[in-house]
């Protein structure tokens, strides 16, 4: 079975362009859930989607959103890119919303920001 | 908010040998989950091994164990005879078991992994 997959595996955009992520879970996975890692550090958490609904947000600002598909597959946008945003962004997916759900992890999308 | 402390930016064993990574986090929950994930350089993070906050007996994954001490607020993780594949970044995470949390993790600053042969 196909794990979490992740496009692109790398991007490169410019300050203020938009960029747009995406995530198809596990197959019969209904929750995903984005992080960003920046070089260094452990992951944040951004989103949580369940059933097409965002059931968590992390601090961040309103610049990132997300949305899940009747697939269950996710995108994450970012608009008016900063220098700050380059980072590996993680897709998780879960079967379902509480935490006794194992989470899988994709091999993240690499997106530097110039 | 929860949050989670690695002490040890970077760690060394020799192969064969053993080494304990070290974790400690922060909450006022009583009902939990703790991880600890290996990312090698192919980014890939993989779960290595999980603890549940109710049970007192630590876990154990073949070569790797946990010491989980509940009121120290403490997760190490063992790993016995130590692999050059073990070579990696290691990230504690915690996850609250309440339902509005969902299943977000919170993750540790990470402990990167040297196996010397």
């Known amino acids: 079975d196909a794990g979490v997959t992740q496009s692109p595996t790398h991007l490169i955009k410019t300050r203020g362009q938009h960029v747009t992520l995406r995530c198809s879970p596990i197959s019969g996975h209904k929750s995903v859930s984005w992080y960003q890692q920046v070089l260094g550090q452990g992951p944040q958490f951004i989103f949580q989607y369940y059933e097409k609904e965002e059931r968590g947000r992390g601090n961040f600002p309103d610049r990132f959103s997300a949305r899940q598909f009747p697939n269950y597959s996710s995108e994450l946008n970012v608009n008016a890119l900063l220098l700050g945003d380059s980072a590996l962004y993680l897709c998780a997916s879960s079967s379902g919303l509480i935490s006794s759900y194992e989470q899988y992890f994709g091999p993240g999308t690499r997106l530097t920001v110039t | 908010a929860q949050t989670v402390t690695q002490s040890q930016p970077e760690m060394s064993v020799q192969e064969a040998e053993t080494v304990t990574l070290s974790c400690t986090y922060d909450?006022?929950?009583?009902?939990?989950?703790l991880f600890w994930y290996k990312q090698p350089p192919s980014r890939q993070m993989i779960l290595v091994i999980r603890q549940e906050a109710y049970k007192q007996q630590n876990a154990t994954e073949n070569r790797f164990s946990v010491n989980f001490q509940k009121a120290a607020k403490s997760f190490s993780l063992k790993i016995s005879d130590s692999q050059l594949g073990d070579a990696a970044m290691y990230f504690c995470?915690?996850?609250?078991?309440?339902?509005?949390?969902?299943?977000?993790?919170?993750f540790g600053e990470g402990t990167q992994l040297t196996v010397n042969p």
């Open positions: 995470a915690y996850r609250s078991n309440w339902e509005t949390s969902g299943s977000r993790l919170t």
């Open positions: 909450t006022s929950e009583s009902d939990y989950y």
